[in-house]
Nanobody, 115 residues
Framework: QVQLVESGGGLVQAGGSLRLSCAAS????????MAWHRQAPGKQREWVAT???????SYANSVRGRFTISRDNAKNMVYLQMNSLKPEDTAVYYC?????????WGQGTQVTVSS
């Protein structure tokens, strides 16, 4: 069973940057599609970005051009570089790993962007 641990969240002013990290274990990391999702207070969890096994990336319209997802298979890590942060990016950010029917989630890391 995959275990995922996110880190790197915090409080930042609008326009600032943060880099989220997600450490994976209990799986052959390189065979997993990795993604970031987020959930703002009172809202449903929403997809943010995905990186495939072949390192192809895709982004939600709301973050495209500001966020970058990347992976390091040697370190079993996935990252989310977040630039030009906006107050509406405030949410708990979750790391997600998918391989076939197996779908794992981390516990989340809080990102708060002040105006």
């Amino acid at each position: 069973q995959v275990q995922l641990v996110e880190s790197g969240g915090g409080l930042v002013q609008a326009g600032g940057s943060l880099r989220l990290s997600c450490a994976a274990s209990g799986t052959t990391f390189s065979t997993n599609v990795m993604a970031w999702h987020r959930q703002a207070p009172g809202k449903q969890r929403e997809w943010v970005a995905t990186i495939t096994v072949g390192s192809l990336t895709s982004y939600a319209n709301s973050v495209r051009g500001r966020f970058t997802i990347s992976r390091d298979n040697a370190k079993n890590m996935v990252y989310l570089q977040m630039n030009s942060l906006k107050p509406e990016d405030t949410a708990v950010y979750y790391c997600n790993a998918r391989r076939g029917s197996v779908n794992g989630w981390g516990q989340g890391t809080q990102v708060t962007v002040s105006s």
